[in-house]
C-alpha cells in the first residue's frame, strides 16, 4: 500500500540502522529523523537520552515544527507526559503515539490529555517486547530468595565461614502465584515451570490457560498466596491495583513466601512489606519499580538485609531498540492496512 502524505516522525533517540529498517515498511512513508535534535544515549536503549543535552532555541523550534507535522510519532516528545500533551494539543493531524514502555498508561494519565483526543489519538505500548528480559529478571530473584543469595553475600563480605549449614529451597516442586498473567506473566510462568514449578495467578477474564493451574481474578490473591512459595506482580500500576498487593495479602502468606515486583511500584503497598518482611511472613524481596522512582535516600527499603533494590531497570537489555523498532513496523503495516493497532492504552482505564 503506497501512502504520499503519510508522516512518521521519529521523536526519541534511535540507531540510524532501525530507522532505515521502518523506511522499509512502505517507501510512500515520509519517515522525518533528524539525530542532532535528539539527545545522544549514554546505554542501550536509553530513550530519554543524556540529560546535559540541550537544543539551541533555533533548535528546539525546529523540533517542534517536525513533531506537529507528523500523523505518526515514534516516541513521545522528549520522551515525556508534558511532551505528548503539547503534540497532542499542537497537531491536529496526529493519529498515532508509539511510546517506547510497556507500560505507558501512567504516562498518558499524567499527561491530562481528554478521553476525546485520546480517543482521536492511538497511544500503542511496547508490551511484550520487554517479557523475556522481565520474566528472566523475576525467576532469578524468586531463586535468590530460595537460594538465600543475600546472606551468602554477607558472609563472604565478612569473610564469614558459618559452622552450621542452612539448607536452601528448591524450585522444583514449589508454588508460584503471578499476579497478572499478561505477556509478562505468561512468560514467567513458562520459566517457571521449566524449573519444576507449578504455576497459578490472576487476570481480569479467568479462562482456561494452558500450563496455569488455576486463573482466578485479583480478589482472590489472598487464597491463591496462602498456599505459594513466591508471589511474581507483573501488574500495571491502576487504579484498581493501587497497593493490591498489602496487609490482607502479606497476612495470608505462608512464612518466607518471596515475592518479586516487576509490575509497577504502586501495586504493593511498601508499608506493609516492611512489616511482613519484619514478621517473617516475606522471606525476601526483589523489588524494581517503586511507588516513589527514584526511591527516596530514606526508604528503609535501601537498607533491609532482605531486599534487593533494582533501579527500575529489569526490563533492559542491548536488544531493545531493534525489538523495539520490530514491534513499531508490524504495527506500521497494521496502520496502513486500517487494522485495530495492539497493545493500546486504555483512554479511560489507562492501562
Known amino acids: 500500500m503506497i501512502i504520499d502524505s503519510l508522516t512518521v516522525a521519529i521523536a ?3 540507531e540510524a540502522e532501525h530507522v532505515d529498517r521502518i523506511r522499509e515498511v512502505d517507501p510512500g512513508i515520509n519517515v522525518i529523523y533528524e539525530p542532532d535534535l535528539l539527545p545522544p544515549e549514554r546505554f542501550p536503549a536509553d530513550h530519554t537520552g543524556d540529560p546535559a543535552f540541550r537544543r539551541t532555541a533555533e533548535q528546539e523550534e525546529l523540533y517542534w515544527k517536525l513533531l506537529n507535522s507528523a500523523d505518526i510519532l515514534y516516541g513521545f516528545p522528549n520522551e515525556s507526559a508534558a511532551g505528548f500533551a503539547r503534540t497532542v494539543a499542537e497537531n491536529p493531524r496526529l493519529r498515532w503515539v508509539h511510546a517506547m514502555a510497556a507500560g505507558a498508561g501512567g504516562a498518558v494519565k499524567a499527561s491530562g490529555v481528554s478521553r476525546e483526543d485520546l480517543e482521536r489519538v492511538a497511544v500503542t505500548t511496547s508490551s511484550g517486547v520487554h517479557a523475556l528480559p522481565l520474566a528472566e529478571f523475576a525467576i532469578m530473584g524468586v531463586l535468590n530468595g530460595f537460594k538465600r543469595t543475600a546472606e551468602m553475600a554477607r558472609d563472604q563480605q565478612a569473610r564469614h565461614w558459618p559452622e552450621l549449614r542452612t539448607p536452601t529451597r528448591l524450585a522444583a516442586g514449589s508454588r508460584l502465584v503471578v499476579a497478572g498473567l499478561g505477556e509478562i506473566g505468561l512468560e514467567t510462568a513458562r520459566l517457571a515451570r521449566a524449573l519444576g514449578m507449578s504455576v497459578c495467578g490472576t487476570k481480569r477474564s479467568t479462562g482456561p490457560i494452558e500450563g496455569i493451574e ?5 480478589e482472590a490473591l489472598p487464597e491463591l498466596v496462602s498456599s505459594a512459595d513466591a508471589l511474581v506482580n507483573t501488574l500495571p500500576g491502576t487504579p484498581y491495583t493501587d497497593k493490591l498487593i498489602g496487609r490482607a495479602v502479606f497476612d495470608a502468606m505462608r512464612p518466607g513466601t ?7 511500584g504502586t501495586v504493593v503497598d511498601e ?7 519484619e514478621s517473617g ?3 525476601y524481596a526483589c523489588l524494581d519499580v517503586f ?22 531497570t529489569s526490563a533492559l537489555s542491548r536488544d531493545e531498540n531493534r525489538l523495539i523498532a520490530e514491534r513499531f513496523r508490524d504495527n506500521l503495516r497494521r496502520f496502513l492496512a486500517g487494522e485495530d493497532l495492539p497493545h493500546r492504552v486504555d483512554p479511560v482505564h489507562f492501562y
Open 214 to 218: 488455576r486463573v482466578a481474578k485479583s
Open 281 to 283: 511472613q516475606v522471606g
Open 12 to 14: 526519541v533517540p534511535l
Open 271 to 277: 508499608e506493609a512489606l516492611l512489616e511482613a518482611l
Open 258 to 264: 518471596v515475592l518479586v515486583n516487576v509490575g509497577r
Open 291 to 312: 511507588a516513589v522512582e527514584p526511591l527516596p535516600a530514606d526508604s528503609a527499603l535501601w537498607s533491609h538485609p532482605r531486599v534487593m533494590v533494582s533501579p527500575h
